[in-house]
């Protein structure tokens, strides 16, 4: 299970382009991998990476020095289009990206992110292009993104607020998932159970 998050503050790193699907995030190839802390290199390999893996020359900006550790992205509309794989959001926190910020994100990629503790947060086009001003005018500023205010605090102390479901936002700062917060509550469901009658076994060959 994903440890428990309540806050980061990081500088930015800034890819201004829609459309960037989990292919290009990581490639199908990689997606017999299992590990997840293995991804990291996998993290838009075809970007940083020739096809026979030699680094590219230059740098891809994601392996660009000054970049190293920056736990924030801000992208571009759509991002996670494409197939389904969970491995995108895996390589993406194996990295150390904690939060993305886009105009819109894959439904599926989204509901992948939030069950991998990395946030998915949806501005509107005024933000993202105010946003892209403030990156351009300080891009070594650090940005804060407080999971449990819902909020997000820029260079200045300007912020905005997001939304996130409620659910996934519970389960994330607790550090636990579906079968962790169903484990959680097992007191109660045992409670209730020994509360009520037995109920009649249904399966074929079972006493009735």
């Known amino acids: 299970m994903p440890e428990p998050f309540v806050k980061t503050t990081s500088r930015v790193i800034s890819i201004p382009r829609a459309n960037i699907d989990t292919d290009?995030?990581?490639?199908?190839?990689?997606?017999?991998?299992?590990?997840?802390?293995?991804?990291a290199d996998a993290l838009f390999f075809d970007w940083r990476f020739t096809p026979d893996g030699k680094r590219r020359e230059p740098v891809s900006f994601i392996d660009e020095?000054?970049?190293?550790?920056?736990?924030?992205l801000l992208v571009g509309d759509n991002f996670g289009a494409g197939s389904s794989r969970e491995h995108?959001?895996?390589?993406?926190?194996?990295?150390?990206?904690?939060?993305?910020?886009?105009?819109?994100f894959a439904d599926i990629f989204k509901g992948n992110a939030l069950k991998n503790a990395l946030l998915p947060i949806?501005?509107?086009?005024?933000?993202y292009?105010?946003?892209?001003?403030?990156?351009a005018a300080n891009p070594d500023g650090e940005w804060s993104v407080d999971?449990?205010?819902q909020k997000v605090t820029l260079p200045g102390g300007d912020s905005f607020a997001f939304e996130i479901d409620p659910f996934s936002r519970t389960m994330i700062l607790a550090g636990t998932d579906?079968?962790?917060?169903?484990?959680s509550r097992l007191p109660a469901i045992e409670a209730w159970e020994a509360a009520h009658p037995a109920r009649i076994d249904t399966r074929q060959g079972a006493a009735r």
Do not use: M
């Not at 020095?65 to 924030?72: E, K, L, T, V």
């Not at 579906?178 to 484990?183: F, K, T």
């Open 24 to 39: 290009q995030i990581c490639p199908a190839r990689f997606l017999k991998i299992t590990d997840k802390e293995n991804l």
């Open 122 to 127: 949806v501005v509107s086009a005024e933000r």
């Open 65 to 72: 020095p000054h970049n190293a550790g920056r736990q924030i």
């Open 129 to 135: 292009a105010a946003l892209l001003v403030v990156v």
């Open 147 to 149: 999971l449990d205010a």
């Open 178 to 183: 579906e079968i962790g917060y169903v484990l």
């Open 88 to 104: 995108a959001p895996w390589a993406l926190r194996a990295w150390g990206i904690r939060a993305i910020v886009s105009t819109g």
